[in-house]
């Protein structure tokens, strides 16, 4: 990135979405990519300290087991069975899943020598949103049948017939459209600007700190500190964003779920 | 910016995927599921149920103590109760029979006495009559001897001896 600044001449040139157009590690493939690397990064990481927190199951648990059962209870009896209710725990391997992997892979956006949210490539969370719509339809679907469920959402039941020229137009786009939409979507926007937010303020001190003057070279810290202030912002925005994601396909199973939504 | 990094930018559309990173995050993601399916939840639910158990299992084991304590203490009251009832019933019991033991002490030493004063009195009257007779045969005797000397006949005739005997006698009871 200090590259392409320095290389651009005279001038700073704030990042873009090309930076985000990461080239080949090896050859030209696009398989062999940075963001790809990091996702699977990502799961042997997670799938790793699970596993070693999970092994021994012991009643009185040990440190490690601790912290696994932390972020797995949390997910489970926070989002899963607060939300969904009785019949969460057929959904908690998916919760889980889907947390564990939006909240390492958002994290990567920070950790040193990383530094890639993977999130902000969208293709990701198109994927993860993919599963959740097809998720949450289905359970639906089995719930209720597809007739009922699906004249669930188009008719809203206890409306005024009158209100369905409105209403159910906008019933089938929020579930088959909204939904999906925006829950990639949010995710993605969030780190792709947390990202560009660290881009300006890194590139921008060491755009400052390559100055002929002294004065901005002065000043360049300040850009730096920013660009620090923000990486714990951005922890905190990654943390939400997954726990965010993980909440809304549960609310949406929940809603699945539920006779009448 | 110049325009060949609006050019650049055009072609990076950040919203339209890459089939590669598709078909990455959908390979990815189903390996996590797997993995976290059969390895992660299955240890933690596991870990979770056990502790379950061993919480209820001591609150179970505890409330069964308690009401062991509880059942033991009742029956040790129910049988201190008992043994009050008994003690008190054993004090009432001796004290009856203490009374009793007086009563029939008293009983036999009175039947005691009387019979001591009886066979007393019947000695006493025996060795009275014993005395009489004696005395009436030793006194007729006498008298006989006497008045046989004093007269100096010999009173042989026995009729005549025991009828001036009896005689003096009764004169001898009536002037008593």
Do not use: W
Request: hydrophobic fraction near 50%; glycine fraction near 6%; charge should be neutral.
């Amino acid at each position: 990135m200090s590259q392409l600044a320095v290389e651009s001449g005279p001038g700073f040139v704030p990042p873009s979405t090309a930076d985000f157009n990461l080239p080949s590690v090896f050859g030209n493939s696009a398989y062999l990519t940075k963001p790809v690397f990091l996702v699977f990064l990502s799961i042997i990481v997670i799938s790793i300290f699970f596993i070693a927190a999970s092994r021994k199951a012991s009643v009185v648990p040990g440190k490690l087991q601790f912290s696994g059962e932390m972020i797995y209870g949390f997910v489970r009896n926070n989002i899963g069975e607060e939300i969904i209710g009785h019949e969460f725990m057929r959904f908690v391997p998916f919760l889980f899943t889907l947390f564990s992997f939006v909240l390492v892979n958002n994290v990567f956006g920070i950790v040193p020598f990383l530094q890639f949210p993977a999130m902000s490539h969208v293709a990701f969370p198109y994927v993860l949103a993919l599963f959740s719509f097809f998720i949450f339809h289905y359970v639906g679907i089995k719930k209720q049948g597809l007739g009922k469920y699906l004249k669930g959402i188009a008719f809203m039941p206890g409306v005024p017939k009158a209100v369905y020229i409105l209403l159910t137009p906008i019933e089938i786009a929020t579930f088959f459209l909204v939904r999906p939409l925006t829950l990639s979507l949010r995710l993605f926007a969030n780190m792709f600007a947390g990202h560009l937010l660290l881009l300006v303020f890194i590139t921008g001190g060491d755009y400052m700190l390559n100055d002929s003057h002294l004065f901005m070279k002065i000043l360049s810290p300040f850009s730096f500190a920013m660009g620090i202030g923000m990486s714990f912002f951005e922890l905190m925005v990654q943390c939400l964003q997954a726990y965010i994601i993980t909440l809304l396909t549960a609310l949406f199973i929940a809603g699945a779920l539920a006779d009448e939504h | 910016m110049n325009y060949l990094v609006l050019a650049e930018e055009a072609a990076a559309n950040p919203l339209i995927p890459k089939t590669a990173e598709l078909i990455v995050g959908t390979i990815a993601f189903i390996l996590l599921f797997l993995v976290m399916r059969s390895k992660v939840v299955p240890m933690f639910e596991k870990a979770f149920a056990l502790r379950t158990e061993a919480i209820q299992g001591g609150m179970e084991k505890a409330e069964k103590a308690q009401r062991d304590a509880e059942k033991a203490l009742t029956e040790y009251t129910a049988q201190l109760a008992d043994a009050r009832g008994e003690a008190q019933k054993i004090r009432e019991d001796a004290r009856v029979e203490g009374v009793a033991i007086i009563e029939e002490l008293r009983t036999k030493a009175q039947e005691e006495a009387a019979r001591v004063t009886a066979l007393a009195t019947a000695s006493i009257e025996a060795e009275r009559q014993q005395a009489i007779k004696s005395l009436r045969t030793e006194v007729g005797t006498l008298a006989t001897e006497l008045a046989s000397k004093i007269v100096g006949e010999a009173l042989d005739d026995q009729v005549r001896q025991s009828r001036i005997v009896d005689r003096f006698l009764d004169d001898l009871e009536k002037s008593n």
